[in-house]
């Protein structure tokens, strides 16, 4: 039911963040798509109204609280397998300025995700020529702006590396100036592979104590 007056938004919010979570954790469902469908399921309406709606830093903590409870090691495992493939793939396209986003960076990487790389040249086609030219076969599609619904998507190549799908968005060298914002929790938004090397050594120290 829709909540009354007195009702905690906080926790309805809660509710929803983590019904959306076992969706994006179990199904691979994307953010927009899983709060939608866990507002439904939580308020019992078909249209809820936005302002019930975690943001997607509150839905990855659940993300993350569902994985330690419920995948553990598994979970692990296969995020330290994406950011070392990432890492390769990354060392490979070095000249194209590659940073990586997305579940793979932030740790909630399951078996439902792919690498998300974002790549800055002075032409896509480079990006492509780079590709094919290593027999790489490649899928070009499109990709939102990071910096909004004011700019052009860019393109995006889809291709795969050791046997995971790698998604590259192709931007001008331009746009690197606006890339290295934090998130709202003054976490990367993207990292370099020299970050992402890091955080891999980090993960590994942990394991190791």
């Not at 070392?84 to 960076?105: D, K, N, S």
């Not at 050791?162 to 931007?171: F, G």
């Not at 929790?185 to 590994?204: F, I, K, Y």
Request: proline share 4%; aromatic share 6%; net charge negative.
């Amino acid at each position: 039911m829709m909540p009354n007056s007195n009702d905690d938004l906080q926790q309805v919010r809660a509710r929803i963040a983590a019904t959306a979570a076992r969706m994006i954790a179990q199904d691979g469902a994307d953010y927009s798509t899983a709060k939608t469908k866990a507002a439904r399921q939580v308020l019992g309406v078909d249209r809820p109204s936005p302002n019930y709606l975690p943001d997607n830093l509150q839905v990855e903590d659940e993300v993350r609280r569902y994985q330690a409870l419920f995948l553990g090691p598994a979970q692990a495992a296969r995020l330290q397998h994406l950011r070392a493939a990432a890492l390769e793939v990354m060392e490979q396209l070095a000249e194209f300025r590659p940073y990586i986003t997305g579940a793979v960076l932030h740790g909630t990487a399951g078996e439902h995700d792919d690498i998300h790389l974002q790549l800055f040249a002075d032409s896509a086609k480079e990006v492509e020529i780079w590709l094919l030219n290593r027999n790489v076969n490649i899928e070009i599609s499109e990709t939102p702006h990071f910096k909004g619904g004011r700019h052009d998507p860019v393109e995006t190549v889809s291709f795969t590396w050791q046997k995971e799908m790698v998604h590259a968005e192709l931007y001008d060298m331009n746009d690197l100036r606006g890339a290295l914002k934090t998130r709202a929790d003054g976490s990367l938004q993207r990292a370099d592979a020299a970050t992402l090397r890091t955080l891999m050594n980090n993960d590994s120290l942990e394991h190791d104590e």
